[in-house]
């Protein structure tokens, strides 16, 4: 599932790209390293061990490009991004605790994550699933820190999307078998990557404290965002061959769309543009 081609890198990114995640990644490790300590648990403690594992696997290396979109989507629609970086790291636990679960022997079976050894690997079965059931539930208690309406909107956005109707339905489908045509593929990307982009975008929206139809907005275009960057994953992975043609036109049309969609909501300047245009030009 790791992407093995530094195209898609933050590294590789054009340069407004790379000047955003470079200033925001140190702020949103620090938010999640400040919200996963150890300082509750003795050494030798069963959970001391289980906390150890939720920051492994949470803190590791990353491209945080959720939790970052979080922060763009705030700011873009006149918002400070330090108001949503609660939310921000809390979906980066999210994200976290898919990965965990998707690289169990009983799912992908992966070995190796993001260059170091999975979390059951490194630890062992048990310990991984607790420890993505851990995130998760971390997760929600920190966007119940937003307070107030923000936090009943917040915590609703991330079960919706990280719920069996979308992101666990995508990996249902994975799970199934390779899809039969792009129709299945992206019904498998709305839900593993999409859902998690859209719940990211409109989340900044909540933080900012937009209305209805800008949060609607913005979650349409994280969608698209979201699943035209897992079409260029693929095709850089070298992965669903057959669908390529025209999976790469959906991938142009789907980031043409996110970028539209950006200019509308924010200043032509915004990461939330720039973002955008990084993966349409990816087609």
């Given at each position: 599932?790791?992407?093995?081609?530094p195209t898609?890198s933050?590294?590789?990114?054009?340069e407004e790209v790379?000047?955003?995640l470079?200033?925001v990644t140190?702020?949103?490790d620090?938010?999640?390293?400040r919200?996963?300590?150890l300082?509750a648990?003795?050494?030798?403690?069963p959970?001391?061990?289980?906390?150890?594992?939720m920051?492994?696997?949470?803190?590791?290396?990353?491209?945080r490009l959720?939790?970052?979109?979080c922060?763009a989507a705030?700011?873009?629609?006149?918002?400070?991004?330090?108001?949503?970086?609660p939310?921000a790291?809390?979906?980066?636990l999210?994200?976290?605790?898919?990965?965990?679960?998707?690289?169990?022997p009983?799912m992908?079976d992966?070995d190796v994550r993001r260059?170091?050894p999975t979390?059951h690997?490194?630890?062992?079965?048990?310990?991984?699933?607790?420890v993505?059931?851990?995130?998760?539930?971390?997760?929600?208690?920190m966007?119940?820190d937003l307070?107030?309406q923000r936090a009943?909107d917040a915590?609703?956005v991330?079960?919706?999307?990280?719920?069996?109707a979308?992101l666990l339905a995508?990996?249902?489908?994975?799970?199934a078998g390779p899809?039969?045509?792009?129709?299945g593929?992206?019904?498998?990307?709305?839900?593993?990557?999409?859902?998690?982009?859209?719940a990211?975008a409109?989340?900044g929206?909540?933080?900012?404290?937009v209305?209805?139809?800008?949060?609607?907005?913005l979650a349409?275009?994280g969608m698209?965002l979201g699943?035209?960057?897992?079409?260029?994953?693929?095709r850089?992975?070298?992965?669903?061959?057959?669908?390529?043609?025209?999976?790469s036109?959906?991938?142009a049309?789907?980031?043409?769309?996110?970028e539209s969609r950006?200019r509308?909501l924010?200043?032509?300047?915004s990461p939330?543009?720039?973002?955008?245009?990084w993966?349409?030009?990816?087609?």
């Amino acid at each position: 599932m790791a992407n093995g081609d530094p195209t898609l890198s933050p590294g590789a990114a054009p340069e407004e790209v790379r000047r955003f995640l470079d200033r925001v990644t140190p702020m949103i490790d620090a938010e999640l390293a400040r919200r996963l300590t150890l300082e509750a648990y003795e050494a030798g403690d069963p959970a001391h061990r289980l906390a150890e594992g939720m920051r492994y696997a949470a803190l590791g290396p990353g491209k945080r490009l959720r939790p970052a979109l979080c922060l763009a989507a705030c700011a873009g629609v006149g918002g400070r991004e330090q108001d949503a970086l609660p939310a921000a790291a809390a979906l980066e636990l999210v994200h976290a605790y898919t990965l965990v679960h998707d690289d169990l022997p009983a799912m992908d079976d992966d070995d190796v994550r993001r260059g170091r050894p999975t979390v059951h690997r490194a630890y062992d079965e048990a310990t991984a699933v607790l420890v993505g059931d851990a995130l998760l539930t971390r997760a929600f208690e920190m966007l119940a820190d937003l307070g107030g309406q923000r936090a009943a909107d917040a915590i609703r956005v991330v079960a919706s999307r990280a719920g069996a109707a979308e992101l666990l339905a995508g990996q249902a489908r994975d799970l199934a078998g390779p899809p039969e045509d792009v129709d299945g593929l992206e019904a498998i990307h709305r839900g593993k990557t999409g859902a998690l982009f859209a719940a990211a975008a409109e989340l900044g929206g909540i933080c900012a404290g937009v209305e209805a139809d800008a949060r609607r907005d913005l979650a349409d275009y994280g969608m698209a965002l979201g699943v035209a960057f897992q079409h260029a994953d693929d095709r850089d992975d070298g992965e669903h061959a057959p669908l390529r043609p025209r999976a790469s036109a959906r991938l142009a049309a789907l980031a043409g769309e996110a970028e539209s969609r950006a200019r509308a909501l924010a200043a032509p300047d915004s990461p939330l543009v720039a973002l955008a245009a990084w993966i349409r030009g990816k087609a």
